[in-house]
DNA sequence: TTCAGCAAACTAAACGATTCATCAGGGGCT
DNA sequence: AGCCCCTGATGAATCGTTTAGTTTGCTGAA
């Protein structure tokens, strides 16, 4: 059993013949030290590999410089990403990140707030769980004065800062896009309307069809229940056999979209040709389908930097975050499924 | 600025008018308490919301309760995987985890275990960057008496335990049911030799061969030198101009398989009939391409789950881990591009 | 010469929980 | 009655660092 004990403070003190209280000012370059007394310490520091206690610092300052994070689903090229953001953010910023996943549950959710303050992180960044609809357990947070950062999917009534994805644009774009390369019957599988997201999406689209002079079909638009691609594959076909079938599709997520094209190559309907196909997410898979898959990227990595930025900002300043919401722009990125020229 | 004050175990005693240790020992039933104290300061701690400091509680007992997990990319099927395995396990047990990404680099691996250090976790997990071939950073935290478990990338000359996957098992599985179905010529696009899940997969595929009483070309193994899709596409390209071209192939990763594919759909190769595929990972994306991939699922989940399991014994048991290896089963998921029948 | 002023160092308290060593009091035993 | 032992409670030390408050000693001006 190694347990090489860890020189402290008092070590210094003693074999320097100063107090620990000069030597702990000495390191942290405090007012009031001569600088001789400074290069000393801080030598002696460096020879002797001092490592401050974390906990006791954490314990003594009332703050661990580790923030929380936690998101639905893990292994997800979403949220995989914001984390990765939010990971080089706080590294950069000196922070560490503890991270949990709730599995789309509340329960789960409300046990990780409850880990988050029991493990004291100094705020927290937190994308909702769809069970998710009011934000008590985030309130508890919030009366410890530690500050949260909603991101993605947020709920607007809870007084604190929000980092969305801009999709209102990002569906506006994707579709006159598609009008671009000369689509004229633009359908749009959307989703949940209880959903921000979704919401946005569709209001994007149909902004977007207004603004080129087109008219929005009610029967061009199909609201998905659980996003899967089973449902873009059965919903394509209902599309497919209406008396005037799209030209296009528009769809909520490349995961549908996936659904999508895959009935479109069994009826050997040509992508793009016949039809056109934009996604939005963006996700890997999106260049390695055939036809590659146009999609909107959500800059995920973006979301995640910029989420951790507010929080560590909010720390910095000492203020309790402002109820700001952010808008992180989209990436249009053209593939084959919508390139007809 | 809320920051309602927390009640500490201080005031606990204060308002009972008992010792301050009395009001601990009670709340973690130690012995030599009455029955009648304890219920009386659970009943007040519980009333009034008492919840113990953890720092102050870390710092006492040297203990975080937190682990570290370094892994080299996170947005990745595997790697998230990982993860979420191994935060499924340590939630189990009363753990939170500290994630870090290395982005494949040594120096931010040695920054990353710097910062679990710093951090006081109890001990880590870690898969290594493809630049490590010391472990001085490791051994750094095994001297401080925190254990470290090493996963899928590991040193073998690094004593801790490690978890890797059974990749010998995976190949000759995968390589077995090509052969079942009734390929005859099997290449194998392998990796670099100096990384051992290459060298054992490829000794999977040997022994497969060899056991079916298939005889093993040279020319039918082709070392990838980034694995990449690209890599995949132009083997794939270089295999089908052999004189005696095979028909199959057993790829070292999904995206290599992927590259292969898209080279023989260009060439209007029928998967499976002409020539089939198998790759191994097992990425989401095998469901997707057309026709669905075949592959070696490497059960990132259980590896992360298993890893942290490890840990948590070796933490509770005292005993910093032995040097044993644990091999992950994988599972052969059979999908289209390698079924014939 | 004396003392205000200042820099540099020190002492000690504090953070909140745990735990070792101690103590009071009561019951049982001789 | 005297002694021991046991139970239930207490006091105080401790973990390593930060920091408010104080002291020391020196310089330079009155």
Known sequence: MPDKKRITLKDIAKDLGISVSTASRALNSYSGISDDTIKLVKDYAEKHNYVP???????????????????????????????????????????????????????????????MIASSVDGIMISLSNETKDGDHLKELLEEGRPVVQFDKVL?????????????????NAVTHLINQGYQSIAHLNGHQDVNNSVERLRGYKQA?????????DEYIIHCHDISEQEGYDFTKDLMQLPDPPDAIFCITDLVAMGSMKFLKEK??????????????NWDMAN???????????????????????LIDTLKTGELGKDETHLIPTELIVRQSSKRD
Do not use: W
Request: some cysteine; hydrophobic content about 40%.
């Open 268 to 281: 050997e309907v040509k992508i793009p040709d016949q039809v056109g196909i934009v996604g939005f997410s």
């Open 53 to 115: 206690n974390t906990m006791a610092v954490n314990f003594r300052k009332n703050k661990t410089l580790t923030l929380g994070l936690i998101v639905p689903e893990l292994v997800h090229y979403f949220f995989s990403s914001v984390i990765s953001g939010a990971l080089a953010e706080a590294k950069k910023r000196g922070y560490t990140v503890l991270v949990s996943q709730t599995e789309e549950l509340l329960k789960n959710e409300i046990y990780a707030a409850r880990t």
């Open 209 to 217: 069809l207004t603004d080129a002079g087109l008219e929005t079909k």
């Open 156 to 172: 607007d009534d809870l007084p604190t800062a929000k980092v969305i994805v801009d999709d209102f644009n990002g569906a506006y």
């Open 288 to 310: 390695f389908v055939t036809p590659t898959l146009s999609s909107v990227d959500q800059q995920a990595f973006k979301m995640g930097e910029k989420a951790c930025q507010i």
